[in-house]
């Protein structure tokens, strides 16, 4: 009788393309970090296009947030672009709303247009690397967008807010104005010395397809297993059990001292032994 198993995970790190064009009207697809203490100027800084960001990339703020207590500042990450369709958002608010279009992206749109608009009150587009302090009592402050919002319009009401507190990280998303769920494309970090870094998120791959045990031959004591592999860098191990019990999991058949690497070819291992029966499962990871 002849078994076969699929065992254990890889994970890799994957390259995030963001492949978004610009376009005018404060909807250009920077992306603004904002930070705030609730008192005095809130600090917002346009840190470019969210299709220019990089895995690893980061940015020296500890000048302009010279006078903040990190320990404590809220900060936040947000962001939208809208060229033909469809438009796209970007935001570090945890599991942020679906996006539909018309009406629901209008208030997004108009909600960041209000933020970029403190950047360039002539109606161009903020320039990468602008740093603006703002007063925490104007409605367009990064406060009262975010935090104290007293408005249906302003980005808390409609999105949500964006911000975590302190040195920590933030996931960072897009959301498409098609009512599709967000994709979470990697996170932003505060350290103690005023670097905000991001970094793309990592997925785990499919497992490796299941070995398909396709014979078995006995010669003399030795038993020859043959198996299907994958191409890779997959490693394959024989495991035996002289008593077949649904209720018994494979983790506790002994396993052969014998592995192979995978090769897209069938590949084989051998079990001697004396005993008249044996049962064979075949293990990848």
């Known amino acids: 009788m002849t078994k076969n198993i699929k065992l254990g995970f ?33 600090l917002m800084v346009d ?14 703020l500890s000048t302009p947030l010279g006078g903040f207590d990190l320990t404590t500042v809220n900060w936040g990450v947000i962001g939208c672009n809208r060229i ?8 570090t608010v945890p599991n942020p709303p679906a996006i539909l279009a018309l009406g629901g992206w209008g208030q997004v749109s108009t909600a960041i247009k209000s933020i970029y608009s403190d950047f360039s009150p002539s109606g161009g587009n903020p320039v990468p690397g602008t740093e603006l302090n703002w007063p925490v009592t104007d409605q367009n402050s990064w406060y009262a967008q975010t935090i104290n919002t007293t408005l249906s319009s302003q980005y808390g009401r409609v999105v949500g807010n964006p911000n975590a507190i302190g040195e920590t990280n933030v996931t960072f998303s897009v959301v498409v104005d098609n ?12 350290n103690g010395n005023g670097l905000v870094t991001f970094n793309t998120v990592s997925v785990a791959p499919s497992a490796p397809p299941a070995p398909q045990i396709v014979r078995i031959t006995r010669v003399g004591g030795t038993s020859t297993v043959f198996f299907t592999t994958t191409n890779g860098t997959y490693t394959y191990t024989l495991y035996y059990t002289n008593t077949l019990s649904k209720a018994g999991s494979v983790t506790n058949w002994p396993a052969s ?10 590949n084989s291992l051998t079990d001697t032994t004396t005993d008249a029966l044996r049962f064979y499962r075949v293990g990848v990871h």
């Open 84 to 91: 033909g369709t469809p438009a796209y958002s970007w935001t």
């Open 179 to 190: 009512g599709s769920a967000p994709t979470v494309l990697g996170s932003f970090a505060l």
């Open 10 to 42: 890889a994970t890799v790190a994957a390259a995030v393309t963001l492949a978004i064009s610009a376009e005018g009207a404060n909807n250009n697809g920077d992306l603004i970090i904002g930070f705030s203490s609730t008192i005095g100027n809130d």
């Open 257 to 266: 001292p014998t592995t192979v690497t995978g090769n897209g070819n069938t």
């Open 47 to 60: 840190i470019g296009q969210a299709s220019s960001l990089t895995n690893g990339e980061s940015w020296d």
